[in-house]
Each structure stands twice: as structure tokens, then as C-alpha cells.
């Protein structure tokens, strides 16, 4: 405890100009934050740029960033082609409440890469998109219930905010009426039998909804052949198959990890590269299904036969001009095959660290993501006796790491100039280099011996 104060000491002392706006932001700002996961021990960040790989906080203080937009920025920060486009954009105007030539070419792009994508619907956020996704099939089938796996992150909404992290029973905010648990039922992933028994029996599922890549993104694996009995499953019920590649979309391939692993949802949700790094999501998928939107100037259709969807900056000309640029540069696969091996040369020199420093821990992830999963469990550690022996896709297990041991670990990285994602994990970009990785490398080292030091991490 006493090392870990004088650690936060350290800290404040090199982010004084951070702690003024801190007492400024927690007078001003609900919670003392814009988003639940920029909370930080003893301070939050306050960036000020960034460029490229890299980022600075109003201290100076600079940070090779694993953050980037919370997965939104594949490119890196302000790439030239995006802040020109951007800047063409808002030269015509920000905003006209009117669909615009910008609209329309972004969501041809879309169309072009996404293997399910027959039509387009531009919404605002990833939240947005599974709430009006859901909505879809649930007026597409005029079925109720949503089947869910647990520890998948779907949003904030009312229908999604529990189940994504432990207890996946539990409610997962204040405000949530009761009911709505029983619109939902969630189980376990990885089990195509327990996937079939579910829908053999329950005649009311509107949907199945899954990352593809594990839930959230990726911190708990999960092997491509699931997905693909998934689809099978799902269509020979009749049950539409939801995507969330809201962060896999445009980064596990351009057409995102359907392309990929070669399965074709219903419908998909997306966000985050999509918009190159300003706020849009979408929804897309088959055209039967996506018709439901379709006015036809028949008033009992038009106001009781198709699912109502507004929103004042749907597709907003800064958005689809920064979307349009960035998808450009993704639909060749530079970027993705950039991105991907700066992760891949992360992830083997984090798990060299952890094996020279005989750490009981192990770095993994998909594609241009990472994770680290460190076992504190005396009673599993007992029973491991290699490495290998410690690596689950256990849900419970990989969401339960001790908290102390997320904070410090975050805090020391960031001490050591790098910014993660969020718990312990983050995503690359094709801006990264090689000399951008090897500096995370000696943060890498350096925080896993504080948290030796802390006895935080347990030695094999």
C-alpha cells in the first residue's frame, strides 16, 4: 500500500496541469467523466493531440496509444486524408438535416465491403446500432426474447447493459426495469448442442446476437467454427443471426469478420472504423429484413407495418466525409495487414516478458487486438504446470481479474507512457511502428516488475 501511494504520488507530480482540470471536470461533469471507463486511479487522462501511434495529455506527457478512439481509429490519429476530407466537408456545412451526395457514397463503400450488407442504415453509435438491429428482427419475426452469450458487450441500452460482465445473472445498471431480463436469455458460448437445445425449445427468439470475434472484442476467445455452426442453427430455425462488429467491422478484414471467418449474418452492427474517428454507426443486412423501413405512402403501413427509426445527425456530412476516407484506404487490406502485425509483434514480445520474469500470465487476442490474462487463483496455479495449463475461455474466469491489479496495472502503463483500451487489453493501428511497439515493450517490462514488486502478479 505504502508503495502504491508513493507510486501515485509519482504519478501527480508529473500531471499537475491534468490535476487542475480533474477538480475542474468533477464540479462540472456528471460522474466527473464522459465515459464509465475513463475513470483512472489517481487521474484521468486529459489528451490534448495526437498523431499517428502517439497522443499527449495537457502535461506534455506523451503516450504510444493503444486506446485510439476506443477502437475507432485504425488509421492512427488525424491521418492527412481524413482531416482533408473533413475539413472539404464542414468548408459546405456541418449539418443540413437533409440526406446529402456523402450520405449515399458512404453507404455504397459499406455495401461494397460488407459481404451482408444489401442495404445501409446510418445511426450514431455502436449502442444505437444493436438497439435498432434488435428492433428489426423483433418486428421482422414478431417474436420478443433476444438470445445472448454471456459476457458479450452489445451497449448501453436498457436491453444489453447486463450480461456482459460478471455475475452475468446480476442487473447491470440502476434504472433498468425488471422485466426486461425476461426479454433476453443468455448463455454460455462455445456450445453449438446447448445453441440447438435453446432453439428447439424456446418458440419466441426474435434474434441471436454475438461478437464474432468473443466477447468484447475478443477477451474472451472464440473459435471461428461456433460462428459457423451459429449460422447454420440459426437459419434452419428461422432465427435472424446478429453480428456486433462494431469493433471487428473494417478491422479483422475490410469486410470485417464475416469476410473473415466467412459467415454472413442477417444483419450486422457497426461503428467506431466505420466513421473514421468522428461518431456514426450503422445497421445493415438483408433487404427483406431492412425493408421494414420503407415508407409507402399507404397510411396504415406507414404507420403501423414498418419499424420507425429518427435521429437528427444520422450520416452527418463530417462523419460520412471522414468514413468515406477511411474506407478507401481499408478496402485494399494495407491497413488491416499493417495494423495486424504490429499486434502480432506485441503480443510475442509481451508473452517473452512474461516468461522471462516467470509471470503467470499470458498476452492473446485476434487480429490487430491484444489482451493480457494474469492467474492469481492459488488453487489453479497449483494445478498448472506449464504455461500452457493456464491459458481458458472460461467467461467468469478472464472478467474476474482482481480490480487492484487492473487499476495498477493501467496506472503503471500509463506512467510509463502507454494507454490502453480498457481492463488490460487494447488495439493497434496500421500508424504504429516497429520502434512504436518496442518502447510499449520496455512499458510492458517495467510494469510487470512494479507489479512483482507489488506482489500484485503471482511467479510460476
Known amino acids: 500500500m505504502v508503495k502504491q501511494q508513493l507510486h501515485s504520488e509519482s504519478y501527480l507530480a508529473s500531471h499537475p496541469v491534468s490535476a487542475g482540470w480533474n477538480d475542474r471536470a468533477r464540479a462540472a461533469l456528471a460522474g466527473g467523466v464522459g465515459h464509465d471507463l475513463r475513470h483512472a486511479k489517481p487521474l484521468p487522462l486529459y489528451i490534448q493531440r495526437g498523431v499517428g501511434g502517439r497522443k499527449w495529455d495537457v502535461d506534455g506527457n506523451e503516450y504510444i496509444d493503444f486506446l485510439l478512439g476506443n477502437g475507432a481509429l485504425l488509421l492512427g490519429h488525424a491521418p492527412p486524408e481524413v482531416i482533408a476530407a473533413v475539413c472539404a466537408a464542414a468548408d459546405l456545412g456541418t449539418h443540413f438535416g437533409s440526406d446529402h451526395p456523402l450520405h449515399i457514397e458512404w453507404a455504397e463503400r459499406v455495401q461494397q465491403m460488407v459481404p451482408s450488407a444489401e442495404r445501409v442504415r446510418f445511426v450514431n453509435s455502436g449502442t444505437e446500432a444493436t438497439l435498432l438491429a434488435i428492433r428489426l428482427a423483433r418486428a421482422f419475426t414478431s417474436r420478443t426474447r433476444i438470445l445472448r452469450f454471456e459476457g458479450h458487450f452489445h451497449g448501453w441500452h436498457d436491453g444489453v447493459v447486463h450480461g456482459f460482465q460478471p455475475p452475468f445473472h446480476a442487473d447491470g445498471s440502476l434504472g433498468v426495469p425488471a422485466q426486461v431480463h425476461d426479454q433476453h436469455l443468455a448463455i454460455p458460448d462455445g456450445d453449438l448442442d446447448q445453441v440447438a437445445a435453446v432453439l428447439s425449445r424456446e418458440t419466441d427468439i426474435a434474434a441471436a446476437i454475438v461478437e464474432p470475434s468473443g466477447a468484447s472484442w475478443g477477451r474472451v476467445p472464440l473459435d471461428p467454427a461456433f ?63 431492412m425493408s421494414l423501413f420503407d415508407i409507402t405512402g399507404d397510411a396504415h403501413h406507414d404507420r403501423y407495418q ?76 497449483r494445478n498448472a504446470s506449464t504455461r500452457d495449463d493456464l491459458y481458458t475461455t472460461d467467461a467468469a474466469r478472464l472478467k474476474s481479474m482482481p480490480p487492484e491489479l487492473v487499476v495498477e496495472y493501467q496506472r503503471q502503463l500509463r506512467q510509463h507512457g502507454v494507454d490502453v483500451m480498457s481492463f488490460t487489453g487494447g488495439v493497434v493501428s496500421a500508424a504504429h511502428t516497429e520502434a512504436d511497439i518496442d518502447q510499449a515493450c520496455e512499458a510492458f517490462k517495467q510494469t510487470m516488475l512494479a507489479l512483482c514488486d507489488q506482489q500484485l502478479v503471482v511467479t510460476m
Open 227 to 289: 460462428l459457423r455452426g451459429l449460422r447454420e442453427i440459426t437459419s434452419r430455425h428461422g432465427v435472424p443471426l446478429i453480428f456486433d462488429e462494431v469493433v471487428t467491422g473494417f478491422r479483422f478484414s475490410p469486410g470485417g469478420a464475416q469476410q473473415l471467418y466467412e459467415v454472413v449474418p442477417d444483419l450486422t452492427c457497426l461503428a467506431k472504423v466505420l466513421a473514421g474517428g468522428m461518431p456514426g454507426g450503422a445497421v445493415v443486412g438483408r433487404s427483406d429484413i
Open 306 to 381: 414498418r419499424v420507425l427509426h429518427l435521429g437528427t445527425f444520422n450520416a452527418a456530412p463530417l462523419s460520412a466525409a471522414a468514413g468515406i476516407a477511411v474506407l478507401k484506404q481499408v478496402a485494399g487490406g494495407g491497413p488491416v495487414e499493417r495494423a495486424n502485425a504490429m499486434a502480432d509483434r506485441l503480443r510475442n514480445q509481451w508473452n517473452r516478458i512474461l516468461d522471462q520474469l516467470g509471470i503467470a500470465g499470458y498476452a492473446y487476442g485476434p487480429c490487430s487486438t491484444f489482451h493480457v490474462y494474469f492467474e492469481t487463483d492459488p488453487i489453479r496455479l
